[in-house]
DNA sequence: ATCATTCAGGCACAAACGTGCAGAGTCAAT
DNA sequence: ATTGACTCTGCACGTTTGTGCCTGAATGAT
């Protein structure tokens, strides 16, 4: 493997996984500890990531609010995002939420997929750029600041047109009662449309929203086709969803 | 084997494995690596590949391709785009074309500035996310890699529902004769329907693009309100485009 | 306070590099 | 056919770069 070409996969795995642990990549990279830390030091003085004691993290970028979200419990995101991003089968069409956890979906996309993804965050489609064998739609409508995705009656009219395969949906609280919450009225209304044209929901749930209940209700718990989280608490939290009917996929860091 | 058809296999290697190592093309064409060295010197010397320590890879395209084509010439892109953004009045409904001067125009509106931003640039949108007095509209379709805008029959359906004040129209080539053109049919639809809802259009123009003719028409030039450029050549090739009624106006870096 | 891990810098070796040069081939003019 | 100009290729040379190992210092966890 060539030295710049090892330096690239640095870099795109920390921006997939988060954080870089030296250890980790010098062993799946076959190479010792003490090429990765030149390599690691040399990016950092490039300011293409943050040098840490053991490792790297990102070197935080423009938009502060959402990218401090996107820092905080990276690991476990990255994991779902992984996980999610296996259940995509080729030739699909999807349907892909905004957010932080739902952008990790798109970067765990394999380069090669050929399918079809929509989605109604700018952020997300940008990604997707970079993945020559999809076909990226965007969905147009007023951009929303918090969540940086698109909304209104637009969206909402653009949503109603499709039938998707697979809706990868983010929200800020599963609950079995309160079912799926989110914490903006109009997010709510767009992801529910979305769920709506979707054979199969994936919700994508991080730990610290399991058990939690937001304002304003997307879908009842029972709605979603599987729940993929990384909570690793007791697991009669979680039974109460699964009792649904909802397949639960748990996932480590 | 010829020299040129060497070349052309290893450009096509590069394509197919995404990487290449002299030691083992040189190997494979039974050449020796001196050879493939020079080869790959005046490779990359036309910017057909990127030389790397050991071999070559790909001139990173999509992403790569566009962050390249946003850090080339961007003091004069800067200058019209500051030029371009004091000309939006407060409380109006502007468009903004993608492409990286359009982008400068985004990134050089006030931060106070209370309007509605309409745009098919996710890129654009993403930058606005920033300017809390603004309304950001964005425009649905298929996302089109290379300059990453969305295109489609939907941008265009949603592009002519609207009345804007101002259009900031991005070009590759302005002609007195040839017009306002483009490198790409889809595009240079899109921008024409723009422009054909937009009360003034405003053609951004770095200083290499005047004179200069792409394949596809979007406007005759006479059809634009006003041209901003850095160009400091000699008045008459500018001229001819004033005398069709174009505002000109010359920024300078 | 102790101990394992991680770090930067130095060293040595191998691989890759650029350059200059010489032989082989091509081409056009003679 | 011969000549001379030119290009392409491989080799030899000394230089630069990348890598792994080592050492002593710094860091973080216990």
């Keep these: ?8 996969e640095l ?5 997939r996984e988060g954080r870089l ?6 062993d799946a990279l076959a190479v010792s500890e003490d090429t990765i830390r030149r390599d690691l030091r040399e990016l950092a003085a490039e300011g293409r990531l943050q040098r840490v004691h053991g490792g790297a993290l ?5 938009v502060a609010g959402f990218v401090d979200r996107q820092a905080m419990g990276h690991a476990g995101k990255a994991a779902i995002g992984r996980a999610a991003a296996a259940r995509v089968r080729p030739g ?3 349907l892909i939420d905004g957010g932080t956890t739902a952008l990790q979906v798109a970067r765990h996309l394999p380069r090669e997929l050929t399918a079809t993804v929509v989605t109604h965050s700018p952020h997300v489609a940008m990604e997707l750029s970079g993945h020559g064998g999809l076909e990226v739609i965007l969905l147009g409508g007023v951009l929303f600041r918090h969540s940086m995705v698109t909304m209104g009656v637009q969206t909402l009219e653009e949503v109603r047109r499709l039938k998707v395969d697979l809706f990868f949906l983010g929200v800020t609280g599963v609950h079995p009662a309160a079912g799926l919450t989110t914490g903006h009225h109009q997010d709510a209304v767009v ?5 709506e044209q979707a054979a199969e ?3 994508l749930a991080s730990a610290e929203k399991i058990g939690a209940a937001s304002p304003y209700l997307v879908l009842p718990a029972a709605a979603a086709s599987v729940l993929i989280t990384d909570h690793r608490g007791a697991a009669d939290v979680l039974d ?3 009792d649904l009917g909802v397949e639960i996929a748990r996932v480590t860091v």
Tied chains: 1, 2.
Excluded: W
């Design 1 to 8: 493997m060539l030295a710049s070409q090892r330096k690239a």
């Design 11 to 15: 870099v795109s795995r920390l921006q």
């Design 21 to 26: 642990i030296a250890k980790e990549v010098a």
């Design 58 to 62: 990102p070197t935080s970028p423009a």
């Design 92 to 94: 699909s069409l999807i």
């Design 191 to 195: 992801k529910a449309a979305m769920a």
């Design 201 to 203: 929901t994936v919700v």
């Design 240 to 242: 109460p969803i699964a």
